[in-house]
């Protein structure tokens, strides 16, 4: 039982460990990727398969081509070396931001009741997970369909007007 | 239904092919070998002849399907195709085996080594894994998910990142504009291919593959199946998946990522030998995959298409269907000219996303109707044909507006 569990935490935590070590921002972002699908492998583990493709196809599918979008766009050499923040103060805001983050996480985890047993999950049917999203958490689902929308809309929008300004005084 | 009392002789025969020896007969031949083998190994055994079947078949396929596909081209292009190999040709995959095995393999220097040498691996892997979930037949399902097609583009999804590690590792500016177009392109059809069976899943009220062949079962009128292209929404989301899996498996019109006369073949530039031909093997196995997913989403999977034909083995009807479409693609791919950049990105856009979006609403209104009968089927067909066809005329004038089709004068 701990045995898979410890396979599947070791895949998932050394790529992230060496991807925050490597100069190369290519090689992180794929090890990153790697580290997803590890968070995947163990929602298999646990039991929750539709999570688990789901994380696969949201993140390995789409969520890595945003990051190496990103990546391609925005670096002009092949491989940085500026592995020291540039200046305290971002270092500081970075410390900052990384430490808040941290510490929600770690209050969410301390305060969540872990129930400690031997008793294995049962398989959820997919039926029954997508019955239980649409009559008891509808107005969450439909709140988080609203948002992306809006947010798609968005990115519509900011793409639009980008290329409409060349001829037309904006 | 109406034909059941007349055909019952047919539907008796078809009884009786559910059960007949040859359906059984890649069962039986597991068990009897995993039988040799004491207890606690044979679900180690039997899965591991899956994966041997799996391999050996879809890579006889492979092979042949190269040779069918040149075969055709050229007769599609008034040439005879390759015909110096053995009689007609036919061994010319094992010579091209034999060379792409034989021949260097060079990797440039300032290359990224690991993901060079990883991205062919990855790529194949990841196509090798779509065909797990895919029932090749009445029993012949590899791996029963419930979830299965969402783990069948979960697995595909993960190809485009093989094909941007070969083209960002090559260290190439062709291979990296391919692999940007590769992920631009990939992107952009995902979309409409997942859009396009969402209907599916909706009315067949399951995510399982077995389920979504199960709905499908039965004849209309005692002879026409129930399959999902044959209603209006159907053959509307079959067409729209059609096209978004050539553009995933980027079968030309959609091949612009390894586009040979601009690219000079994208991210396949720097790989050379076996490297080159697993890109090959994972293009045609993702095709093939799609193919078997179209099957089986739209084509009644391995269901006969007449109920005098069901004595034929499932997997035989799997076979000549997929073999159908896969020569409907090496077609296109004879017939269409490339896309550029531009219009590939606007139809998936513009044309196949709101076409799929509006389908979904389609196929809810043939779920809500499907108590109306008597003339008020004809209703619902009149409605729903109307409700394909005029969102697909509309967009259509509509994006086309100020383009007319060229006239050549003096061509």
Known sequence: MTIPFLIIAFVTLVPAAVAMALRNLIHSSLLLIASWAGIAAFYFWAGAEFVAFAQVLVYVGAVSMIVLFAVLLTRHTRIDAGLAPDSIGRALAGLLAGGAVFGVLLGAVLSTPLRVGAKAAAQVPVKRLGLELMNHHTIALLAIGILLTVSLLGAVVLAATDSKGKGATP | ?411
């Open chain 2, 1 to 411: 239904m109406i034909g059941a009392t007349s055909f019952s002789p047919l539907l008796l025969a078809a009884g009786a092919g559910a059960d007949s020896f040859l359906e059984r007969l890649p069962l039986v031949i597991r068990d009897t070998v995993a039988g040799v083998f004491p207890a606690p190994l044979q679900w180690l055994v039997g899965s591991t002849l899956s994966i041997v079947a799996i391999v050996a078949i879809f890579g006889g396929i492979f092979a042949g399907l190269t040779l069918v596909e040149r075969k055709m081209l050229g007769r599609i292009q008034n040439r005879p195709g390759p015909n110096r190999t053995g009689p007609m040709g036919l061994l010319q995959p094992i010579a091209d085996g034999i060379k792409a095995l034989t021949k260097e393999d060079i990797v440039p220097r300032s290359a990224d080594h690991l993901l060079h040498y990883l991205a062919p691996v990855a790529l194949l892997a990841f196509s090798i894994l779509t065909f797990a979930v895919i029932p090749f037949g009445r029993n012949l399902v590899p791996l029963e998910l419930d979830a299965a097609v969402l783990y069948f583009f979960a697995a595909g999804a993960a190809s485009e990142l093989a094909i941007f590690m070969a083209g960002w590792a090559s260290r190439n500016k062709f291979s990296l504009l391919a692999a940007m177009r590769a992920l631009a392109q990939l992107i952009s059809y995902e979309l409409p291919l997942l859009l396009s069976f969402v209907p599916i899943i909706m009315l067949a009220g399951t995510l399982s593959m077995t389920g979504i062949i199960d709905a499908q079962a039965g004849w209309q009128l005692g002879f026409i199946p129930r399959w999902y292209i044959f209603t209006p929404w159907g053959f509307a989301a079959f067409v729209i998946f059609l096209i978004a899996a050539l553009a995933e498996s980027n079968r030309s019109p959609f091949d612009l990522p390894e586009a040979e006369s601009e690219l000079i073949a994208g991210h396949l530039t720097e790989y050379s030998g076996f490297k080159y031909a697993l890109f090959f093997m994972a293009e045609y196995f993702g095709m093939i995959a799609l193919s078997g997913m179209a099957i089986t989403l739209f084509l009644g999977g391995w269901r006969a298409p007449l109920p005098f034909l069901e004595f034929i083995p499932s997997y035989a009807w799997f076979g000549a269907k997929l073999l159908v479409l896969l020569l409907f693609f090496i077609w296109i791919r004879g017939t269409f000219p490339r896309l550029r950049i531009d219009q590939l990105t606007r139809l998936a856009w513009k044309f196949l996303v709101p076409l799929a979006l509006v389908n979904l609403g389609t196929a809810a209104f043939w779920s809500l109707t499907s108590g109306w009968s008597g003339a008020l089927q004809l209703v619902r067909w009149a409605l729903t044909i109307a409700m394909v066809i005029g969102p697909f005329v509309l967009l259509g004038r509509g994006l086309s507006g100020t383009h007319r089709p060229r006239t050549y004068r003096y061509a």
